[in-house]
């Protein structure tokens, strides 16, 4: 998709609110507070048949002492390199002030399309208070409010006024771009993008997530400071590289529910349980200087009650000072925490150095294949029954019980369900035979298998 819309202006003019409406969703973070985006945000949507892209952006700000000015900068920068579109957005309440004059000098440098767009123009009262933005020089402008979608419509007609017809876009053997003119398959790409595996990298603060995603991508996707809690939104990205296609969900640090005071960290928060619960496998991130602590087995046990898969990612490994079996050790005692799930992979990295990064993503690809994995049911038979007759349940009560078959069930996670005379008296041990034999015969590496009892 070339269509790419950047909407940019300083803090708090309703940037995310106008983002959210472009994209029929709630995905930003709206609060009243100045400065809630940092990082750059993407979604899509349509307009009279017209797909396009939607870049949010941190507001723009200059000398004002946030440890994040320069971050968010660089990233209003990058959005406007991006975009085909820029919507700049001004607050007609609060009038044109110095930093809209800023931010406007950036937009006449630029060779993109700017359109000013006047937001929280909420009555027809104040249509004669906006025209003083017209010093801005940027030609006319459109007046909305975008939190009840009033003149939306009339901007969307403009901005998509030069778009082109949406074609299929393919590649040749070279790698090239090839578009079909004579197909229209926008929606159906914009599909296929959604169908991919989800891959969300979640953690505790100051893990290293956005570095990791940074990283993998070779841009700056994300901003990152050394200060817990920069990341607000779950960022999504395609990521398509080495053979690897999935979208890549950079969320923000999960901490505990009594150290977030403030709304905005916890919505944040909610948005990366989110995406925990709408991603396929997660990647969580550990800090190595810190250990596996509590907070960190909180969130595996998320992933796990959601039956995600899941990658456990030592990062900053070369920060630890190393001694005879520290790997091993740090390994065993992770496993020993996550106890009886532990069929989990573990990787120990360095994202600074790119220390087994890649190593991290193949393997979650991996574990989503082992997730999507589906056993017939005559396999399933021919393998288990034999090893259930020779190593029975225990007799309860006087009571023998008799697996006679077993199906694999049609969820997203792998489970099975096994019929059998008096279900009721088999123990969680024996279930947990059940699940072992059937991990080291299929290869359920990272994924969570359920396995339910059920009377013939």
Not at 45 to 71: C, H, L, P, R
Not at 157 to 183: C, K
Not at 211 to 237: A, K
Request: proline share 4%; with cysteine; net charge negative.
């Amino acid at each position: 998709m070339t269509n790419i819309i950047a909407i940019v202006g300083r803090p708090n003019v309703g940037k995310s609110t106008l983002f959210n409406r472009l994209c029929g969703g709630r995905d930003a973070i709206v609060d009243p507070t100045s400065g809630v985006t940092r990082d750059r945000h993407y979604g899509h949507g349509d307009w009279n048949g017209k797909m396009y892209s939607v870049i949010d952006t941190g507001g723009y700000v200059d000398q004002s002492g946030d440890v994040f000015e320069a971050e968010i900068k660089k990233q209003v920068r990058l959005a406007i390199d991006e975009s085909d579109v820029i919507l700049f957005m001004v607050d007609a309440k609060e009038g044109l002030t110095a930093m809209d004059e800023d931010v406007a000098q950036m937009m006449r440098r630029t060779k993109k399309r700017v359109i000013l767009v006047v937001n929280k123009v909420d009555s027809y009262k104040m249509i004669n208070d906006v025209h003083e933005f017209h010093k801005l020089g940027l030609g006319e402008f459109f007046a909305i409010a975008s939190t009840s979608g009033t003149g939306t419509g009339d901007l969307m007609d403009e901005v998509v006024r030069e778009f082109p017809e949406e074609t299929e876009i393919t590649l040749n053997e070279a790698g090239e771009e090839v578009q079909n003119p004579d197909s229209n398959q926008a929606g159906n790409n914009a599909a296929m993008l959604d169908d991919l595996p989800k891959i969300a990298i979640v953690g505790r603060p100051n893990a290293g997530k956005s570095s990791l995603v940074n990283m993998l991508l070779g841009i700056d996707r994300n901003i990152v400071t050394p200060i817990p809690g920069t990341t607000r939104d779950s960022i999504h990205t395609h990521y398509q590289y080495f053979g690897l296609d999935f979208n890549l969900i950079d969320t923000a640090g999960i901490r505990k529910k009594a150290k977030v005071t403030e709304n905005i960290e916890f919505y944040s928060v909610m948005r990366a349980i989110r995406s925990i619960e709408s991603s396929d496998v997660c990647i969580l991130m550990v800090d190595a200087e810190r250990g596996f602590e509590a907070q960190d087995l909180n969130i595996f046990s998320l992933i796990e009650k959601n039956h995600k898969g899941v990658v456990i990612l030592v990062n900053k490994w070369d920060l630890v000072e190393k001694v005879t079996n520290t790997h091993k050790e740090f390994e065993e005692n992770i496993r020993d925490q996550i106890k009886p799930f532990t069929d989990v992979p573990i990787i120990f990295t360095s994202v600074v150095t790119k220390q087994r990064i890649f190593k991290a993503v193949e393997t979650a690809i991996e574990v989503y294949k082992n997730k999507s994995k589906k056993i017939t049911t005559s396999s399933l038979n021919d393998f288990i029954l034999p090893i259930l007759q020779d190593m029975p349940p225990p007799v309860v009560k006087g009571k023998y019980v008799r697996i006679k078959y077993a199906m694999q069930l049609p969820t997203a996670f792998p489970s099975f369900a096994f019929f059998c005379n008096h279900p009721q008296y088999l123990k969680e041990s024996y279930k947990r035979f059940i699940e072992n034999k059937l991990r080291e015969k299929f290869d359920f590496t990272g994924v969570p298998i359920e396995i339910y009892f059920r009377q013939k």
